[in-house]
């Protein structure tokens, strides 16, 4: 995915400022695709330029005042064409992953307490997502035209398992902190 695609998606969803999408992205998109405030406005920039998006009319004096943003037709059917075209997995390029194998080789020392810690921010983030869940798709409320977004937000949990069963069986691996690895 890339930055473009992903502005263009919040702005199909509701017309913004750049203020508003950072904050979006800080609360949902960037959950999957994070973005700095200055790479959100130079983006806007760029989409603004090639014809995908345009600074709605102000009503007042524009010097000094947000600028809000929406996508036009050409954004549209940008978006359009890239969702229905080709993607290959991105490989998974994970620090923690070559810390592992670096381990395998020099020894384990001081990696239980890294691993620890990232267990406990896997457990944060799931118990998060699993807040979101809750609050935003309850089993009662039929999930319609929102299914595909609760389907992200499950694709979300279900990595935050799998690092929180990948990382317990890591420390049992590595073993006391005492050195009896």
Partial sequence: MSLPHAILTALLEKPSSGLELARRFDRSIGYFWSATHQQIYRELGKLEKSGHIRALPSEGPTRGQRKEYAALPAGRDELTAWVAGPGDPRPVRDPLLLRMRAAAVVGSGGLRDELSRHLALHREQLAEYE????????????????????LVLQGGIGLETFWIAWLTEALDAVGEPDGTD
């Fill in 131 to 150: 807040a979101i869940e809750r609050r935003d798709f309850p089993p009662e409320r039929d999930a319609g035209p929102d299914r595909l977004r609760h």
